[in-house]
């Protein structure tokens, strides 16, 4: 059973690391996106308040994160374990983290750092296409598809996102690198911080197991 925080920038491969991790022991993967989105679904009253900031193009306040997390928390599939993708993002969440957790009698195992150099970053992600149909994810040089521009499993169109392109991505790593690779230092005080240089899932994935005693 493990109790991660998964840092990286856009691209560093915190989702497929996170899902690897998650077939070997049974633990949940929980990405801030994704409880929004189940408790808006969910009709909560914290879904509620989070769905109005959303529709009205503002950022969901820290307190209305945490509240949520602290429903998904103590939801029973999280007794076998969590890793949290891509949250927290900003020093204040962390801190707010850090005193929910207490309240619960928890302690993370590690926080991982995933360091990719931005230049493997900006190749691996100007270079990937998703098809418009099922989601299927190619990458022109590595797993093009069989025919240019059509899916392989669904036949749907193959296309650059526009959040991939060279500049777009090159936006979303200098915010990154702004108000998320701050905590990193966070941790590092914290005395929990494992920092794995590694372009390969696998690299990262036996770091972490030799840092949990896996």
Known sequence: MMKLILLGAPGAGKGTVAKLLTKMDGSVQISTGDILRAAVAAGTELGKQAQAAMK??????????????????????????????????????????????????????????????????????????????????????????????????????????EDETEEAIGNRLDVYNEQTAPLAGFYEKEGNLLTVAATSSEAVIDAIKERIGM
Do not use: H
């Open 56 to 161: 009205a193009g503002e950022l969901v306040s820290d307190d209305l994160i945490m509240g949520i997390m602290r429903e998904r928390l103590k939801e029973d599939d999280c007794k076998s374990g969590y890793l949290l993708d891509g949250f927290p993002r900003t020093i204040p969440q962390a801190e707010a983290l850090k005193v929910l957790l207490a309240d619960m009698g928890e302690e993370l195992d590690a926080v991982v750092n995933i360091d990719v150099p931005r230049d493997v970053i900006l190749d691996r992600l100007t270079t990937r296409r998703t098809c418009e149909g099922c989601g299927e994810i190619y990458n022109v040089k590595s797993k093009p598809p069989k025919e240019e521009g059509k899916c392989d499993k669904c036949g749907g169109a193959v296309t650059q996102r």
